[in-house]
């Protein structure tokens, strides 16, 4: 349930309908539009209580809401969010790139990768310390070494880090090294982790379940919201179909979707969407066209010898700056900004 009131309510006709709400044992949480208020009620709301809402000061209606989901919803936050991470605004008016390998591997090559993601013009370093793999004998990744490598490398290029945390006893090491913290797909529903990032005070990129629904995505956001920590970014990434040309089925139409039933912002992997290097490109733009806030790309200096074997969805370098300077002039036709290094705009 919400309770609108009009932007010009005070603050105090405000507090007191919060005070009304907690007092019945409820959270509220208060919502500030640019036309109206917004005061969310989680929690089993009482019919008299929904009619003393009502006839409060400033209370313009009281509408109970259907969806499982309440924090992610828009109908509880009808503005965008926009989070902010040292100076870079992620789902506001600028396209945020976060760019780099499926894992890393070493020093030298996260070092190397970074230099060319901060030279293509992108504001996040990406690569996977921790590697949930198909396979039990396959790489699972460098572990907490990876993280350091990564973090320094992110500080010498003056780059944002994200990477997978797998595991509820991973969070906090990863928090200590990454600036946000990435739920691969198959975690999505991995509610004791989600509970723990709830609490973890370090953004969230949450990816879609190769075979979820919107409402099921959105119930899962609903749990690290649902701990305290607002800072969520939603990913679609692929889902699975019948099939079997591209890895997964990049579907553009969450991109849109997502941003009508929720505030929280939305980020696109082509890499793992169509799992083919020549079709990253293409999806890229799309996504940028859809509506995306950001992407997420894998690009490596070697992608045929990438420890991963996923070498085969990632970008060379050249070709991931050219997609950059492409980005540039394609952002501000559906209201967003980016710059290269390259261009002056």
């Known amino acids: 349930m919400i309770v609108i009131a009009g932007v010009q309510t005070p603050e105090e006709h405000i507090q007191a309908i919060v005070e009304v709400i907690e007092k019945e044992g409820l959270q509220a949480h208060v919502s500030r539009g640019s036309d109206r208020t917004i005061i969310g009620l989680i929690g089993n709301v ?6 003393h809402l009502r006839q409060m000061k400033g209370v313009e209606n009281v509408v109970k809401i259907s969806k499982s989901y309440k924090l992610a919803s828009r109908d509880f936050h009808p503005e965008n969010t926009v989070i902010s991470i040292k100076g870079v605004n ?22 190397e990768i970074a230099a060319r993601v901060k030279a293509a013009g992108a504001q996040v370093l990406r690569g996977g310390a921790f590697k949930p793999r198909t ?21 010498k290029h003056g780059l944002l880090t994200i990477t997978e945390v797998m595991t509820p006893e991973y969070v906090d090491i990863c928090v200590e090294y990454a600036d946000i913290l990435q739920v691969g797909t198959r975690n999505m529903q991995n509610f004791d982790l989600l509970r ?7 953004p969230v990129l949450l990816k879609r379940g190769f075979s979820s629904t919107y409402d099921e995505f959105l119930n899962a956001a609903e749990y690290i919201l649902a701990g305290g920590n607002p800072n969520v970014m939603l990913c679609e990434r692929g889902i699975r179909t019948f099939e079997s ?21 939305v980020i696109s992997d082509p890499s793992h969407g169509t799992g083919r290097r ?29 420890m991963t074997g996923d070498g085969v969805q990632s970008l060379f370098p050249d070709q991931f700056a050219d997609l950059l300077k492409d980005l540039e002039l394609l952002a501000p036709a559906v209201g967003k900004t980016f710059h290269t ?3 002056v705009s």
């Open 46 to 51: 009482e019919p008299k209580l929904a009619e």
């Open 90 to 111: 992620i789902g506001g008016d600028e396209l945020v790139i976060m760019g780099g390998p499926c894992a890393v591997e070493s020093a030298a090559q996260i070092d």
């Open 135 to 155: 396979g039990p004998y396959s790489f699972q990744g460098t572990g907490v070494e990876g993280l350091i490598m990564m973090a320094e490398a992110g500080q």
């Open 196 to 202: 723990k990032l709830g609490t973890c005070g370090k």
């Open 245 to 265: 040309y591209t890895r997964n089925t990049l579907d553009l139409s969450a991109i849109p979707v997502l941003h009508q039933l929720s505030h929280l912002p």
């Open 278 to 306: 020549e079709l990253v490109v293409p999806m890229t733009k799309a996504s940028v066209a859809a509506g995306a806030d950001g992407l997420i790309i894998e690009m490596h200096t070697d992608p045929d010898n990438s």
């Open 341 to 343: 290094p390259g261009i």
